[in-house]
């Protein structure tokens, strides 16, 4: 039972404790520039002390800066021999005039009120690098007569461990992150003259630089528009001669109407060998009535040609 209640209580003063220190508020500095860490405490009675304390990452916790309600502050020249630490607001607000990369890590701030309560301020504070100009690399994978293949590879030469990087390309948007990103494209002459954007961030600054396809691409354009030209060839080599081809059938047929329509029957009247030596062939235009002779009539048609 005693035992129980010990736990209890041991549980209790850890929580206490950790509740105390609550979750660090998150601030992200950009290099070179100035911010302030300023504390959300409310307090309700005057200051007595507030002092600020620095852990960089994976080392030990330093105080840097200290503030009495004699109103005197001041911060350790040892740990700010450039004095970029400024205290204001009865030591509530700590001033980082010019942010350096070793300035990450968690800042704390332990304020002492006139009834000698305690209160404590926490910050993890991350210091980013300005995105420095990305680079985009184009390798042409391989090109045909309507297909571009590419890769487009952007990249910083940094070496900040995360970033963001977005590639925008009409309406399209594709992120990934890291230091570098990779985008395998297949391109039809439509996107080939389109522009693509690589957007890169950190959550403090960003920059970006844009690519239009290699000229290597473009090759297409004049594939295709070869192309147009070879269809237009075989248009014409395929359709001028049907449609000479249908213009002389045409004249042929309506010829022909003509020519059927204008049939002379012509009668030739043989005359049987066997009453006269010779035949007499006589042309006339309406067949005798009165033939003495055997006649045959034939007609006898032009053949148009
Ligand atoms: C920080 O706060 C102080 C006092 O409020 C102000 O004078 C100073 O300009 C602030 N600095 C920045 C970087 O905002
Ligand atoms: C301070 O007080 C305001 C309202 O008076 C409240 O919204 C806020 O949460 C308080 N902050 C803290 C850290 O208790
Ligand atoms: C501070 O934030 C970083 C990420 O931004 C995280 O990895 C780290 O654990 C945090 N530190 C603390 C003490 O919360
Ligand atoms: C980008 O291309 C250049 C020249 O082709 C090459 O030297 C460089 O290694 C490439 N960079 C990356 C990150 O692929
Ligand atoms: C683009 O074409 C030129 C010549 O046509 C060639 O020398 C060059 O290597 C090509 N570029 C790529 C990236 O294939
Ligand atoms: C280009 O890429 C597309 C899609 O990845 C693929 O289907 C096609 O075969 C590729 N074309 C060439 C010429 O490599």
């Given at each position: 039972m005693l035992k129980a209640v010990a736990e209890i209580w041991v549980i209790a003063l850890v929580l206490h404790v950790w509740g105390e220190q609550g979750t660090p508020l998150?601030?992200?500095?950009?290099?070179?520039?100035?911010?302030?860490?300023?504390?959300?405490?409310?307090?309700?009675?005057?200051?007595?002390?507030?002092?600020?304390?620095?852990?960089?990452?994976?080392?030990?916790?330093?105080?840097?800066?200290?503030?009495?309600?004699?109103?005197?502050?001041?911060?350790?020249?040892?740990?700010?021999?450039r004095e970029r630490f400024e205290l204001y607001n009865d030591?509530?607000?700590?001033?980082?005039?010019?942010?350096?990369?070793?300035d990450s890590g968690i800042f704390e701030l332990l304020v002492t009120l006139q009834d000698r309560t305690t209160e404590t301020s926490l910050f993890n504070f991350t210091v980013y690098e300005p995105v420095p100009s990305p680079k985009i690399n184009i390798t042409l994978e391989n090109v045909n007569a309507d297909r571009c293949n590419i890769t487009l590879y952007c990249f910083v030469m940094s070496s900040a461990p995360m970033l963001s990087f977005v590639w925008k390309y009409g309406n399209q948007e594709r992120e990934s992150y890291?230091?570098?990103?990779?985008?395998?494209?297949?391109?039809?002459?439509?996107?080939?003259?389109?522009?693509?954007?690589?957007?890169v961030r950190n959550p403090v600054s960003q920059n970006m630089a844009s690519v239009l396809p290699p000229q290597n691409c473009s090759i297409i354009h004049n594939g295709q528009s070869r192309n147009k030209y070879y269809i237009m060839l075989s248009l014409l080599i395929i359709v001028f001669p049907l449609a000479v081809w249908f213009v002389i059938v045409m004249n042929r047929t309506t010829k022909k109407g003509e020519v059927s329509a204008q049939t002379e029957r012509t009668y030739y009247e043989v005359e049987d060998l066997s009453s006269q030596k010779m035949s007499?062939?006589?042309?006339?235009?309406?067949?005798?009535?009165?033939?003495?002779?055997?006649?045959?009539?034939?007609?006898?048609?032009?053949?148009?040609?």
């Open positions: 998150h601030l992200n500095g950009l290099l070179s520039q100035a911010i302030n860490l300023t504390s959300d405490l409310n307090v309700t009675q005057p200051v007595r002390d507030s002092f600020w304390y620095f852990t960089p990452s994976g080392r030990r916790k330093k105080r840097i800066c200290e503030f009495r309600n004699d109103k005197t502050h001041h911060c350790d020249k040892w740990n700010d021999p030591g509530m607000t700590l001033e980082i005039k010019s942010v350096m990369l070793e890291g230091n570098g990103f990779r985008i395998e494209l297949s391109l039809t002459p439509k996107d080939s003259s389109m522009e693509y954007h690589c957007l007499n062939v006589q042309q006339a235009k309406n067949p005798p009535e009165t033939a003495k002779a055997q006649t045959i009539y034939c007609v006898l048609q032009r053949d148009g040609e």
